[in-house]
Each structure stands twice: as structure tokens, then as C-alpha cells.
């Protein structure tokens, strides 16, 4: 939105904007298509590739880091300067890998007090800054797509339960929606114990990336590690939150194989049982 890069005095940020967020998809873009050029035995482009996204990391760290915070600034503006407000943007950058280890950790346990999480999801920005407004398009509405990739970045950095949370959120949000479809977004108010979320007027529902968001978020809970080139599937460490207690996949193509699969939580612990397969396939479960 055009209101939705501002200073914490409400000031608009001056274009170009550098967001945060991108910066990291740029990160696993490269990545990605470096592990292509070496499937391909492009090793020279590889080794280019990973250099440019190690500088990128470097970079992004020294120019978009707030010491004082312990969290990424949304952007920089056309002047270089940080944006120093907190918003989901920065849940994105641990999804993409462009922020690890101990940065990714702290950014995770920011971005889950309470003025970021409304209890039905993440916010896009806290209701701190002061241009936050719960009933805004991107200024403090909560987005289940947006929620779904700091779902996934959170089980990448270990933080399974947290994942769990943010898909209970989600999952709660759908049981208000009408065929339990999650909507393109929902305003940020607070969750109480008699309410249900307030719908943000013009929401789409359908909405394509939010239909999906519920299948990122299943995926991330089974931890699928798909690798079509060599005919593997590893699934590691799965783990289903208590409430859900079985959860199955039909015709699950990797490669040019397919199969269903099914997984069951049982106090505390998540089994998984191949119900089909066809094709040349190796499923490697990991616990």
C-alpha cells in the first residue's frame, strides 16, 4: 500500500524503498538457482551465486539490522536511512535464511508479544508504531499467508511449538469464515474470549494465496523435503500440534512419482504410515 512504509514519526518513507523482506528473497532466490547450476554441472555460475548471496547476507546484516532493537528495520529509504518500525516483514527474512542463529531467534521472540500477535494471527505491524491501524490494509490487519511463511521460517529455525500457535490462530480464524475458508485477511483486533475476528470489509474470499496458506502451513508441520532429481522424499522430524490428530495427503507428486500418506498424533508424538506409492520413490522418515 502506498501508506504502508513509514518512519515511526508517520512520516512516508521516500522512494526507492528497499524492503526487507526482499532482500531476502533475493537471498533464496539465489541460493536455489545455485543449486540448479550445479545439478547441471554449471559449477562456475554456482560459485558466483553463492558469492553474491553470502554479500547479500553480509550486506543485509550491516545496513538493515537495529542493535538497539534486535530486529530488522521494514526498509531503507531512497536516502539509506532505516525504517525503525516493527512489523511481520521481518518473519520473512528467517522463512528466506537471510537471518539466522541467534538474530533469527530473537526477531522470532519480538515478533511474538503482544503487540504483534492479536491472538488470531500476527500482525503486519505493531500496534505500537504510530501510523497502526487495525482495520488498515497492511498497517496492523492480519494476513494468513503472511502468517503461514513465519509459520514455515519458525520451523526452520527449530520453533515447532510456535509454529503450532500460529496454525491454531489460523485454523481459529477459519471456523468464523463461512465454508471455513480462510480470507485474504482479517483486522488486527485484539482476540478476546467472546469475539470472533472482525472481517476487514473488502477481504477477498476466495482468495488464491490464502486457500494455500493452510497447506504451507501442514506442510511445514510434517517438515516434507521433497528432491524430485533424486527420487527422495524426507520427511523430517514431524510433528502435528495435539489438537490435530490425523492428517492425510493424497496424490503427492515428487518427480514423477505419487503417493498418499497419513499422519497421526498420539500423546505428543506424530507417526506417519505410506497408505499408496507409485513410482520410483524413497521416503526417508526422520525422527
Known amino acids: 500500500s502506498g501508506n504502508s512504509i513509514g518512519h515511526a514519526n508517520a512520516e512516508l518513507a521516500k522512494p526507492p524503498i528497499s524492503l526487507c523482506e526482499v532482500q531476502g528473497y533475493?537471498?533464496?532466490?539465489?541460493?536455489?538457482?545455485?543449486?540448479?547450476?550445479?545439478?547441471?554441472?554449471?559449477d562456475e555460475l554456482a560459485e558466483r551465486l553463492h558469492a553474491q548471496a553470502a554479500k547479500l547476507k553480509r550486506d543485509f546484516k550491516r545496513d538493515f539490522w537495529m542493535p538497539e532493537h534486535e530486529f530488522p528495520a521494514l526498509a531503507l529509504d531512497g536516502e539509506g536511512k532505516q525504517v525503525k518500525v516493527f512489523s511481520s516483514n521481518a518473519g520473512h527474512c528467517i522463512w528466506s535464511g537471510?537471518?539466522?542463529?541467534?538474530?533469527?531467534?530473537?526477531?522470532?521472540?519480538?515478533?511474538?508479544?503482544?503487540?504483534?500477535?492479536?491472538?488470531?494471527?500476527?500482525?503486519?505491524?505493531?500496534?505500537?508504531?504510530?501510523?497502526?491501524?487495525?482495520?488498515?490494509?497492511?498497517?496492523?490487519?492480519v494476513w494468513p499467508h503472511d502468517n503461514a511463511i513465519i509459520l514455515e521460517g519458525f520451523r526452520r529455525i527449530g520453533r515447532i511449538r510456535d509454529a503450532?500457535?500460529?496454525?491454531?490462530?489460523?485454523?481459529?480464524?477459519?471456523?468464523?469464515?463461512?465454508?471455513?475458508?480462510?480470507?485474504?485477511?482479517?483486522c488486527g483486533f485484539e482476540r478476546t474470549n467472546w469475539g470472533s475476528?472482525?472481517?476487514y470489509p473488502v477481504s477477498c474470499s476466495p482468495q488464491a494465496w490464502a486457500a494455500g496458506s493452510i497447506f504451507q502451513m501442514l506442510s511445514s508441520c510434517v517438515n516434507f523435503v521433497p528432491?524430485?532429481?533424486?527420487?527422495?522424499?524426507?520427511?523430517?522430524?514431524?510433528?502435528?500440534?495435539?489438537?490435530?490428530?490425523?492428517?492425510?495427503?493424497?496424490?503427492?507428486?515428487?518427480?514423477?512419482?505419487e503417493l498418499d500418506i497419513a499422519f497421526s498424533a498420539?500423546?505428543?508424538?506424530?507417526?506417519?504410515?505410506?497408505?499408496?506409492?507409485?513410482g520410483d520413490l524413497k521416503v526417508i522418515i526422520e525422527n
Open 197 to 199: 475476528p472482525i472481517d
Open 227 to 257: 528432491d524430485a532429481h533424486r527420487k527422495t522424499l524426507r520427511i523430517e522430524e514431524p510433528c502435528l500440534p495435539e489438537w490435530l490428530e490425523k492428517v492425510t495427503f493424497h496424490n503427492l507428486k515428487v518427480g514423477n512419482a
Open 98 to 141: 537471510i537471518l539466522d542463529g541467534e538474530m533469527a531467534q530473537r526477531v522470532a521472540d519480538r515478533m511474538l508479544a503482544p503487540d504483534m500477535d492479536s491472538g488470531w494471527g500476527l500482525r503486519t505491524l505493531s500496534t505500537q508504531a504510530s501510523y497502526y491501524n487495525p482495520m488498515s490494509y497492511h498497517n496492523g490487519s
Open 266 to 278: 498420539v500423546n505428543g508424538h506424530t507417526s506417519c504410515q505410506i497408505l499408496r506409492k507409485n
Open 26 to 42: 533475493l537471498y533464496a532466490a539465489r541460493l536455489a538457482v545455485a543449486e540448479i547450476a550445479s545439478l547441471l554441472k554449471k
Open 164 to 186: 503450532h500457535y500460529l496454525l491454531s490462530a489460523m485454523a481459529a480464524v477459519a471456523q468464523h469464515q463461512r465454508d471455513f475458508r480462510l480470507p485474504e485477511l482479517v
